[in-house]
């Protein structure tokens, strides 16, 4: 039964639940949080009231976004080590469980009337025990451990569908959870319980059915392999950046380039500030005036970013055919960076979608720069450079959320749309160490010539 046994192998039901559950939580919360600020700001004049909401709003997502950051440095990296050592599932079994316990804070704090501070300690807990972090690194290393060097940019991207389609269907999904029950239980009861039941199918699903792939080998461990026995090296096929077939008359693996490796981070972090800036303040952006949108209207907005996930993955598909790995993370950028830029002028629900429609190759970077970081280290790092590479993204993302929605306050009267103007200057930035990264591979090929 080798395919049963392969099918376990699979981390996608995983993904899967654990976005449909992510889904549902993050409608929920921002309308939880936006009818609690609703309540709390009622006896204020009407002409100032949504100001003050939104205010509100943001600064509650500031500090929430802020403990849920940082307190997952405190165990990411440990545990993260502990799944390169001890056990592969650890990073994905450990953050399961926080997401149980904080997800079911918010259903009590429904249902008990509680104040909305106590989503903070929620915050808390879910870093305390990996949370997003080390929980996305243990999936990339499975990911990355059972794929050769030339299919990993695909699988990984097959990942990141599966994560997007989850997300389309529970975001479609969540906003009529949300008010759909809402004559027979309080709004959000029935959601919020729906995302618990989806991260307690993950944490049984992770325990006893998913089993750890066996490494696929390298072209280096390939070449050293053949060596010891006098044999010829066999080429390794497939993109364009893959590892290069070793010569046989090499002694020792190739040691990667630490200035490639500092690249691909910079590019990553400069690519993601401008994402996470972007996207924290859409859903405020959203709530207000001009397009006010209700929780239906919610719904379908994030259903409408999760479709990139599947435009992304024919984007790879593609092109990982006949481009580099480079020219397609360049390719995501620009369509991210001109997207953004059209979202700064949105006043219509329609040209909302044009710019996400734009956006359409927008998730391609960061997956294929994890995939050609995997080809520049050994397997058994595999957990701790993901986690690191995430830990840089989460303090950028920390950062960059406080300030951004510090602008947006500050913006917020004068031009809403300010944000996404700094976050398109972002992304045209991190065009500058893709475009080092470019010439320096360039500089290698001619000098092999």
Same mark, same amino acid.
């Given at each position: ?56 709003? %943001? ?58 501070? *106590? ?12 949370? +997003? ?90 070449? =050293? ?31 990667? %380039? ?53 435009? %992304? ?5 593609? +092109? ?31 040209? +909302? ?21 995997? =080809? ?10 993901? *986690? ?58 001619? %000098?092999? =010539?």
């Amino acid at each position: 039964m080798a395919w049963m046994t392969m099918m376990r192998t699979w981390v996608e039901p995983v993904v899967a639940g654990s976005q449909v559950a992510s889904a549902f939580y993050d409608t929920a919360l921002l309308l939880v949080v936006k009818n609690y600020y609703n309540q709390t700001n009622s006896t204020a004049p009407s002409h100032l009231l949504q100001d003050a909401q939104q205010k509100a709003v %943001s600064n509650f997502y500031i500090i929430y976004n802020l403990v849920l950051g940082l307190s997952p440095l405190v165990s990411a990296y440990g545990l993260s080590k502990l799944g390169d050592k001890v056990h592969r599932k650890i990073p994905i079994c450990l953050p399961l469980l926080g997401y149980l316990g904080s997800k079911s804070l918010l259903l009590l704090l429904i249902l008990l009337d509680w104040p909305i501070e *106590v989503m903070y300690g929620a915050a808390a807990f879910n870093g305390l025990t990996g949370g +997003f972090t080390t929980f996305w690194a243990g999936i990339m290393a499975l990911g990355s451990l059972g794929s050769s060097e030339s299919r990993r940019s695909l699988r990984l991207i097959i990942i990141e569908l599966v994560y997007g389609l989850a997300g389309f269907l529970g975001s479609m999904a969540s906003g009529y959870l949300f008010v759909g029950f809402s004559d027979r239980y309080r709004e959000g009861t029935v959601l919020v319980s729906c995302s618990i039941a989806c991260y307690a199918f993950c944490l049984l699903y992770s325990v006893f059915v998913l089993i750890v792939p066996k490494s696929a080998p390298s072209c280096t461990a390939k070449a =050293k392999g053949v060596e010891e026995v006098g044999g010829q090296v066999p080429a390794c096929t497939g993109a364009a950046e893959s590892a290069q077939p070793s010569e046989s008359s090499s002694k020792a693996p190739v040691t990667p %380039s630490k200035l490639i490796i500092i690249i691909l981070f910079v590019a990553a972090i400069l690519y993601d500030l401008a994402v996470v800036g972007a996207m924290n303040v859409l859903p405020l952006f959203l709530l207000r005036e001009p397009l006010s949108w209700n929780a239906v209207q919610i719904g379908y907005g994030n259903a409408a970013g999760y479709a990139i996930f599947i435009t %992304s993955f024919l984007g790879v598909f593609v +092109f990982s055919k006949y481009l580099r790995d480079i020219t397609m993370i360049i390719i995501g950028v620009v369509s991210f960076t001109v997207g953004v830029l059209i979202m700064a002028f949105v006043r219509w629900t329609f040209l +909302f979608y044009i710019a996400r429609a734009v956006m359409l190759f927008a998730l391609i970077p960061l997956p294929t720069i994890r995939s050609m970081l995997s =080809k520049h280290v050994e397997g058994s790092s595999y957990g701790k450079v993901f *986690v690191l590479l995430q830990l840089s993204l989460v303090i950028t993302g920390v950062v960059t959320s406080t300030v951004f929605n510090k602008i947006y306050q500050s913006t917020l009267n004068w031009y809403s749309g300010f944000c996404f103007i700094l976050s398109f200057l972002a992304g045209c930035l991190s065009l500058l160490p893709l475009s080092v990264f470019g010439y320096k591979k360039k500089l290698e090929k001619d %000098s092999k =010539k």
